[in-house]
């Protein structure tokens, strides 16, 4: 049985993760006494998680392997980069988001390694 695209676990933890990840930036952003707050860093996480959920939406009903493998690509990219400004700015909660995003992407890496793999009689 086949899973819809909009209903794969990978691509809803996915999904979860960049907008827990745009909630944690906007916050950092906008909430005075931060130590972010205002700064470019900041601006550029709240894009590269706007990003990221953009990417998952488009991943979601994709059905060719050459685009899935490419966008799974810019998808760890940007998983990574935002974890690793995360560090940088020291919003650990956002680091968090990125690696509950990157488990996403292991899901649905995961799930659809198994459902294009042949059944053996």
């Known amino acids: ?6 209903f794969r676990p990978g691509i809803i933890v996915m999904l979860l993760g960049s907008l827990a ?5 906007l916050y ?3 909430t005075p006494l931060t ?4 700064s470019l860093g900041a601006l550029v996480v709240i894009l590269s998680t706007i990003a990221l959920a953009i ?3 488009v991943l979601a009903p994709l059905s060719h392997r050459s685009g899935r493998v490419a966008l799974r690509v810019l998808i760890l990219l940007d998983l990574v980069g935002t974890g690793f400004a995360g560090l940088l700015l020291h919003q650990w909660w956002l680091t968090a988001a ?3 995003g ?3 992407l292991l899901l649905e890496m995961a799930s659809s390694a198994s459902s294009t793999t042949p059944a053996h009689s």
Do not use: C, K, P, R
């Open 1 to 6: 049985m086949s899973q819809s695209g909009s």
């Open 21 to 25: 990840g745009l909630a944690v930036a």
């Open 28 to 30: 950092a952003y906008f």
């Open 35 to 38: 130590g972010v707050n205002g």
């Open 55 to 57: 990417l998952t939406l």
């Open 98 to 100: 990125m690696v509950v």
């Open 102 to 104: 990157l488990i996403g």
